[in-house]
């Protein structure tokens, strides 16, 4: 019962250093999300996939990039490390669309940018 | 712009006692609503739903009731035991050109004193 596999679960990055926050499903869900949670705030949508190949921008998707080439895995891509990065990730996934295909989450990845 | 806002940041309560959670939004294109418990170090878990079409749902221990002309939502907890300590996020379901996406509020502490 793995559900939603994040790697690594904390990381220090240098500013202008790049990293691949790992997100792996093994639900065969076929959507796929990534948030950013920053303190005292609510999860903000970063990108979203509605099957491999397909991405989307969310609401906050500068300095990130994505990719979706298998339905299991959707990559998160830091290119430029910047401060205001400094968040704690999560991934989640659902089957479908609809009232009952609630999001499932991982358990985050807790980044800081120095 | 908060569309969705939980204005109490931190709650207590007795074992035993009912827990309220609340919540409120402003977007009247909300079609479901949804809560999600959050325990340290591990990522949302779904909770509850409720269709807009609806005023009431009950699973349990947990109903959450719906008003939509005052745009409020809240969640009752019965009794509440030690194990419902966490952080609780309301979240808020629009379709965007066809996809689904949740809006979260910044969550509210729940600490049940035994």
């Known amino acids: 019962n793995a559900g939603v596999t994040q790697t690594p679960k904390f990381r220090i990055l240098k500013i202008g250093q790049s990293m691949t926050l790992q997100c792996t499903q093994d639900m065969n869900h076929n959507y796929m999300y990534w948030y950013r949670q920053d303190p005292g705030m609510g999860l903000k949508l970063i990108y979203y996939s509605v099957g491999a190949g397909i991405t989307d921008k969310g609401e906050v998707p500068n300095g990130y990039n994505v990719s979706r080439s298998t339905t299991e895995d959707f990559p998160l891509r830091l290119e430029l490390a910047a401060p205001s990065q400094t968040s704690v990730y999560f991934c989640?996934?659902?089957?479908?669309?609809?009232?009952?295909?609630?999001?499932?989450f991982g358990d985050g990845t807790r980044l800081s940018i120095l | 712009d908060q569309q969705v806002k939980q204005n109490s940041p931190s709650l207590s309560v007795q074992e035993g006692r009912i827990s309220i959670l609340n919540c409120d939004y402003t977007n009247s294109m909300f079609d479901y609503f949804l809560w999600y418990k959050k325990y340290p170090a591990e990522g949302p878990t779904f909770l509850i739903s409720i269709s807009s079409i609806k005023d009431k749902n009950e699973d349990g221990r947990f109903t959450v009731f719906l008003n939509k002309s005052a745009k409020h939502l809240s969640l009752h907890i019965v009794p509440s035991q030690p194990g419902d300590s966490a952080v609780y996020f309301c979240a808020a379901s629009a379709y965007d050109f066809g996809n689904e996406k949740l809006t979260f509020g910044t969550g509210t502490r729940l600490t049940i004193i035994p």
């Open positions: 989640a996934s659902r089957l479908r669309q609809g009232t009952n295909q609630p999001q499932h």
